[in-house]
């Protein structure tokens, strides 16, 4: 299965995602933006919390990777830097791209055999990337593609995946999607149908086409806050903690 959740850090405590991972659930991942899930961050959460899930770790900026907080044990995949062209400090640490890159070489010495790495995600500049790429050392490029796609339209985010496919030729992980839009001239969701629907095609083509490794609908929060300006019909949990309709069509698959 290839479904995940991204659950933010700034949520204090991860026990409300475990409705997400209860006996049935299409849902196989998670992240956090972080190095671990657990206590060391969340100091809230339910200290016997299991979750049926793999963790998937971030080096959320160069900073990060030395900030004495241990990676999380036994991981298979890292995704690499959030956003490092987005300018809004809520989200992002913006970097150059030769910063990034000469930071990526330190980085790159954390993958061993079994243990992949997958790009950092612009949120929206591919020049920034292909940039990136340029600079990296032989040897030290990532394995997967980390992309980020926000659009109200299905055939937009196949077109624009297939772009990013065709560009770097490597498999992706579509870490963070939903149907919203960002440009003011851009109508949004006129309501919840729209989103079901959207979500429906999304997933049953995300789950068909074999170079896309993973993907992670945004808008698992409580706070709306940690939305960052995504389109509230996105969510798939409410202000209460409990999982949405949108949220029960995700864990049973997408596709319904």
């Not at 926000?150 to 490597?170: A, C, N």
């Amino acid at each position: 299965m290839k479904a995940g959740v991204s659950w933010p850090v700034q949520e204090e405590t991860s026990d409300p995602l475990a409705a997400f991972f209860q006996p049935g659930s299409k849902l196989t991942w998670h992240y956090n933006w972080n190095k671990r899930w657990d206590s060391q961050l969340l100091p809230h959460t339910s200290p016997n919390l299991q979750l049926n899930a793999e963790f998937v770790p971030m080096i959320f900026a160069p900073p990060y990777l030395n900030n004495g907080v241990q990676v999380q044990d036994d991981w298979q995949l890292m995704l690499g830097y959030n956003e490092p062209d987005h300018a809004n400090p809520a989200v992002a640490v913006q970097t150059s791209p030769a910063d990034c890159a000469a930071a990526w070489v330190e980085l790159a010495k954390l993958r061993t055999p079994g243990k992949r790495l997958a790009s950092p995600a612009v949120a929206a500049d591919l020049n920034w990337l292909k940039e990136f790429f340029s600079y990296l050392p032989p040897g030290t490029q990532p394995d997967v593609l980390a992309v980020h796609i926000y659009t109200t339209t299905f055939d937009s985010l196949r077109v624009q995946l297939e772009e990013y496919h065709r560009k770097f030729g490597l498999p992706i992980i579509l870490t963070e999607f939903a149907m919203t839009s960002f440009d003011p001239n851009v109508s949004p969701p006129q309501n919840m149908q729209q989103v079901h629907d959207f979500m429906g095609q999304a997933t049953k083509w995300l789950d068909e086409t074999p170079w896309i490794e993973r993907y992670a609908w945004f808008g698992t929060v409580r706070n709306s806050f940690n939305l960052h300006g995504v389109h509230e019909f996105n969510r798939l949990m409410d202000a209460q903690g409990n999982v949405t309709a949108l949220g029960q069509q995700y864990i049973n698959g997408g596709h319904d």
